[in-house]
Each structure stands twice: as structure tokens, then as C-alpha cells.
């Protein structure tokens, strides 16, 4: 899972500052500060207080993993926008409780994002399904998908040192299932464990 999600824009470093306060604003979202980096980015500081108190409320502890900050960064004449991506909150023990809260704004930052860089939503490119011999919610994800007619190339770490240790790099973690979603943009999201609310709504399952 990579900690924050950026896109490249076409965009000059000004007009995408500029856009990601517009886009702020659209959503209701208040803009609390800015500060221009020696290094030539931009960091927007930026509150949404209706779903921030309610993580906090559920768990003051996920204080540090609520994105706040939004970046304009230029550098060697490219210029990117990017946040922490709300998808750490994920991760958490709370998650059940705040499902809805944090795929909110999961939503609405990452489309700011897309929208300030101008760009549309990343495109799936491959779909990696790491999996063992002997797990079965690897199998039951694997009946799962398809079913649900996605196409996945199929992992078995048990088999594959290399793959297994590739996995673990990525996410940190030795268990299976663990679902990889690789975009166009370069960027991927990982899935740990079987989880079909999350295979839903990055794969548009049932849509």
C-alpha cells in the first residue's frame, strides 16, 4: 500500500495550487493554512471536520493516519499533486466501525486529486491474487472473483520465493490472501485478506 497517492498534472505548480483549493472548497472542505517549501512545493493544509471527528471519536489514536495536508510539488520541471492516502485508515482495527467515514473521503480526496492534476481516475492494468495451496479464503476469494467474471493472475507464494518475497516488500505482511490492484498511473492498492467490501469497491463489483 503505498502512503500517499500522487498524480502528475500538466498543469503549472500555481494552477494546481489553485485548483486543489477550488476543489477543497467544492467539497466543503476547509482550507486552514498554506506553506511554500524551500525546495519549490506547496503544502495545503486543509480540515475536513465532519469525518475527521468522527474517527477521532471512534479511535483518537488514528490521529496521525487522517490526511490533512495536500502537496503541489515541482520537480525537474514536473509538477504533482498528491495527499496521504486515506486508504492507511483501512488498515486499522477500527475499520469496521468507520467504513463508510473513510471510503468518503477516500473518494472525494483522491477525485480532488484527479481533478487539481487534471487528470480522469486511474485505469486497472493487472489484478495479482497472492495465494497458497492450503488457504482457504484464497480459494474462496479466487471462486470470487471469478464469479464475478474479473480477471487476476493467480500467485502461489508457497511455490515462488521470489513472488512470496516480492508480496512481502509490498505490504509488510506474510499472510494470504493478499490482492494487488496495479493502475496506468504506476500506483497500486493492496487488499489484505479476503475482503469483499473492499474488492467491491476497487474492482466495481456489483455496479
Known amino acids: 500500500m503505498n502512503i ?5 498534472t500538466q498543469r503549472s505548480a500555481d494552477e494546481a495550487v489553485a485548483a486543489v483549493k477550488e476543489g477543497l472548497k467544492k467539497r466543503n472542505i ?26 477521532l471519536a471512534e479511535d483518537r489514536m488514528l490521529l496521525g493516519l487522517v490526511p490533512m495536508v495536500a502537496m ?17 485508515l483501512s488498515g486499522t482495527q477500527s475499520m469496521d466501525a468507520l467504513e463508510e467515514t473513510i471510503a468518503g473521503m477516500e ?9 487539481a492534476a487534471g487528470v480522469g481516475d486511474p485505469k486497472i492494468e493487472k489484478i495479482k491474487l497472492y495465494s497458497t495451496a ?10 470470487y472473483l471469478e464469479k464475478n467474471n474479473v480477471k487476476f493472475d493467480l500467485v502461489m507464494v508457497d511455490s515462488d520465493r521470489k513472488a512470496a518475497e ?26 489484505l485478506g479476503f475482503d469483499k467490501g473492499r474488492l467491491n469497491q476497487l474492482l466495481s463489483i456489483g455496479k
Open 4 to 8: 500517499a497517492y500522487f498524480r502528475k
Open 30 to 55: 476547509a482550507v486552514t493554512g498554506e506553506t511554500r517549501l524551500p525546495g519549490g512545493g506547496v503544502l495545503i493544509q486543509f480540515l475536513d471536520e465532519k469525518r475527521t471527528n468522527t474517527i
Open 72 to 88: 503541489v510539488e515541482e520537480k525537474g520541471g514536473a509538477v504533482s499533486v498528491g495527499i496521504m492516502n486515506p486508504q492507511l
Open 107 to 115: 473518494a472525494d480526496l483522491k477525485g480532488l486529486v484527479n481533478e
Open 134 to 143: 492450503t488457504c482457504p479464503y484464497c480459494k474462496m476469494e479466487k471462486e
Open 166 to 191: 516480492d508480496m512481502i516488500r509490498k505490504s509488510g505482511q506474510t499472510g494470504v490472501p493478499q490482492t494487488e490492484v496495479i493502475y496506468d498511473s504506476g500506483d497500486s492498492d493492496l487488499i
